[in-house]
C-alpha cells in the first residue's frame, strides 16, 4: 500500500519544527538507516520540496504494519501515522512511536548523523575507577552489586558457618546481617561511580566527540582503562587546575592515544547538575 493513498491518517502528532533544510535529506537517511535497526522498513521515499516529506511502511510484528508520513512545516514538524488493521494499536502506542522517530532526528541534530562517544567529567573530582578501590571494597561490591549468584553462594557459606556456632539464632543473624548490607549498598554505588555531586562539586562536562567511520572499529578494541585514562589526563590538564574542559583538552588526549579526532569533533557541555536537581 502507498503511503501517499492514505487520505486519512489514524493520528496526527506535531512537535516543534528543530531540522534545518539545508540538511532534511541526510536527516530522513539516518532516519532510515536507524529504523531499519528497529523494524523491517518498506516503501521509504523522501520528497524534497517546499514542505519535505517522507513517506514509509514499518512492519511492527507479522500481522502488524504501520504506514507513515513526515511533514516538515516552517515552524511544526508532523508525524502521520494509520496501523494496519486500526485496532491493533493505541494512541499511546503511536505516540511513543511518534517520540522515537523525534529522539531520532534530535540525534541527528545533535550528532551530525555520526557515532558519538561521550565522556563525563565533574569538577573537583578526579575519576575514581573500580580498581582504585580497597581490596575490602572490591569484594563487597563483587558480592552486593555483581552477579546475584555470588550473593546467594556467600549468604549460604556465611549461613552454613554460623549455624555451627549460632545453632537456632542463625537466621536471625542472617537477617541482620542482609540488613546491614542493604544499607551499605548505597555507599558501595556511590564508591563505584566516576564521581558524586555536591553543593561544592555541581558541574558536570559532557564531551561528546563525533567518530568518523575509521574510528568506530578503534573504539570498539580499545581497552576500558585506556578510556578511563584518557579522562584522567584531560581531568590532569583542565578541572584538576580550576580550567574548563574544552575540546582541545579531548581532542589531543584522544589523538595521543591513535584517533584522529579533530578539535571540530569535539562539543563541550557544561551544566549545572546540583542546580539542576536542587530546584
Same mark, same amino acid.
Given at each position: 500500500?502507498?503511503? /501517499?493513498?492514505?487520505?486519512?491518517?489514524?493520528?496526527?502528532?506535531?512537535?516543534? %519544527?528543530?531540522?534545518?533544510?539545508?540538511?532534511?535529506?541526510?536527516?530522513?537517511?539516518? =532516519?532510515?538507516?536507524?529504523?531499519?535497526?528497529?523494524?523491517?522498513?518498506?516503501?521509504?521515499?523522501?520528497?524534497?520540496?517546499?514542505?519535505?516529506?517522507?513517506?514509509?511502511?514499518?512492519?511492527?510484528?507479522?500481522?502488524?504494519?504501520?504506514?507513515?508520513?513526515?511533514?516538515?512545516?516552517?515552524?511544526?514538524?508532523?508525524?502521520?501515522? #494509520?496501523?494496519?488493521?486500526?485496532?491493533?494499536?493505541?494512541?499511546?502506542?503511536?505516540?511513543?512511536?511518534?517520540? $522515537?522517530?523525534?529522539?531520532? =532526528? &534530535?540525534?541527528?541534530?545533535?550528532?551530525?548523523?555520526?557515532? #558519538? +562517544?561521550?565522556?563525563?567529567?565533574?569538577?573537583? /573530582?578526579?575519576?575514581?575507577?573500580? &580498581? &582504585? +578501590?580497597?581490596?575490602?571494597?572490591?569484594?563487597? !561490591?563483587?558480592?552486593? =552489586?555483581?552477579?546475584?549468584?555470588?550473593?546467594?553462594? *556467600?549468604?549460604?557459606?556465611?549461613?552454613?558457618?554460623?549455624?555451627?556456632? +549460632?545453632?537456632?539464632?542463625?537466621?536471625?543473624?542472617?537477617?541482620?546481617? /542482609?540488613?546491614?548490607?542493604?544499607?551499605?549498598? %548505597?555507599?558501595?554505588?556511590?564508591?563505584? !561511580?566516576?564521581? #558524586?555531586?555536591? $553543593?561544592?562539586?555541581?558541574?558536570?562536562?559532557?564531551?561528546?566527540?563525533?567518530? $568518523?567511520?575509521?574510528?568506530?572499529?578503534?573504539?570498539?578494541? *580499545?581497552?576500558?582503562?585506556?578510556?578511563?585514562?584518557?579522562?584522567?589526563?584531560?581531568? !590532569?590538564?583542565?578541572?584538576?587546575? %580550576?580550567?574548563?574542559?574544552?575540546?582541545? !583538552?579531548?581532542?589531543?588526549?584522544?589523538? $595521543?592515544?591513535?584517533?584522529?579526532?579533530?578539535?571540530?569533533?569535539?562539543?563541550?557541555?557544561?551544566?549545572? =547538575?546540583?542546580?539542576?536537581?536542587?530546584?
Amino acid at each position: 500500500m502507498n503511503n /501517499q493513498a492514505v487520505e486519512e491518517w489514524a493520528e496526527v502528532f506535531e512537535v516543534e %519544527n528543530f531540522l534545518s533544510k539545508e540538511r532534511v535529506d541526510e536527516a530522513f537517511d539516518f =532516519l532510515h538507516e536507524e529504523l531499519k535497526k528497529l523494524f523491517e522498513v518498506e516503501d521509504f521515499k523522501v520528497e524534497l520540496g517546499k514542505v519535505p516529506k517522507a513517506f514509509g511502511r514499518l512492519k511492527v510484528e507479522a500481522t502488524l504494519a504501520l504506514s507513515f508520513k513526515i511533514e516538515l512545516l516552517s515552524d511544526k514538524m508532523m508525524f502521520y501515522f #494509520t496501523p494496519h488493521p486500526k485496532i491493533e494499536m493505541s494512541r499511546a502506542d503511536l505516540a511513543r512511536i511518534a517520540l $522515537r522517530f523525534e529522539s531520532i =532526528l &534530535r540525534d541527528f541534530v545533535e550528532t551530525g548523523g555520526k557515532p #558519538t +562517544l561521550y565522556l563525563f567529567f565533574a569538577s573537583g /573530582q578526579p575519576l575514581r575507577a573500580l &580498581r &582504585r +578501590l580497597a581490596k575490602v571494597e572490591k569484594f563487597l !561490591s563483587l558480592i552486593v =552489586l555483581g552477579n546475584m549468584f555470588y550473593f546467594f553462594v *556467600f549468604i549460604f557459606v556465611l549461613g552454613f558457618l554460623m549455624f555451627s556456632f +549460632l545453632y537456632y539464632l542463625t537466621p536471625a543473624a542472617l537477617v541482620f546481617i /542482609q540488613l546491614v548490607i542493604m544499607f551499605y549498598a %548505597n555507599k558501595l554505588v556511590l564508591s563505584r !561511580s566516576d564521581f #558524586t555531586i555536591s $553543593r561544592e562539586n555541581r558541574f558536570v562536562y559532557i564531551a561528546n566527540v563525533r567518530l $568518523r567511520k575509521s574510528e568506530i572499529e578503534k573504539l570498539a578494541s *580499545f581497552p576500558m582503562f585506556k578510556l578511563a585514562e584518557v579522562k584522567d589526563e584531560v581531568y !590532569s590538564e583542565t578541572l584538576a587546575k %580550576n580550567l574548563d574542559v574544552t575540546n582541545m !583538552s579531548v581532542a589531543s588526549a584522544l589523538r $595521543r592515544r591513535g584517533f584522529s579526532i579533530d578539535e571540530g569533533d569535539v562539543e563541550v557541555k557544561k551544566f549545572d =547538575l546540583y542546580g539542576i536537581v536542587e530546584e
